[in-house]
């Protein structure tokens, strides 16, 4: 089992499209896949469908008490934690509790023969629930807007991460994602120019198609449920192509 934490402290960078789509992607070619949604926002629960969440459910009591993770929720061929505005509290109940920040790590070594890849959706901050949520990483996802706001919270993502490295010195990025890319616009290529010749290894961009992405959400469904085979499909195959062999999954394409 692999665990790969999506992580951008800036709100609005892909990270909730990127954690359902590439999850689902490599759940369709047969992985077994377990999300779980760092955000009390809930945005991964509701792009699901999944309503009607109590905190029980969450990992609220994982990182509070130490508990082992909670029965997940089965949706689109993939398993969910969900996530509930009241996992917010955990934030201040982390506070002050040794070892409370790496809980969720050892919480998911009691189901490493259930999966082969757990995602995190973690949530744009840099509390407690995304110290969780990197701590519990093996490698990284990072996803960049290719917009200023893009490159400006790149130092801050830099700081965290060497901060986080002083108690897991082996975590590392896996791969940068482009996201939001328009060809079209000169600030786009400009920032992507900027992105290829200042981070490592970083993904073919994801292009700005937002129609579909909208719509897959007001369904509940991942893209390649919505609309399969469309080129926003297209996209996230070949960015799930891109992680896979980043992160050495298998994965050769639709199932």
Known sequence: MITLTVFNHAGGAGKTSLTLNVGHELARSGLRVLLIDLDPQANLTGWLGVTGVVRAATVYSVAVDGLPLPHPTEVH????IP????LALAESQMMGRVGAQTRLRRALEGVADRYDLVLIDSPPSLGQLAILGALAADRMIVPVPTRQKGLDALPGLQEAFTEYREVRPDLTVAMYVPTFYDARRLHDREV???????????ATPVPQREAVWLDSTA???P?????PNSPVHRDIQTLTADIAQAVDLPYGGPA
Request: net charge neutral; glycine share 14%; proline share 4%.
């Open 77 to 80: 061929g993939l398993h969910l």
């Open 219 to 221: 369904q509940g469904a």
């Open 192 to 202: 992507l120019a900027d992105l290829r010749a200042n981070l490592s290894p970083l």
């Open 223 to 227: 893209v390649g449920v919505y609309a």
């Open 83 to 86: 996530a509930h505005v009241g």
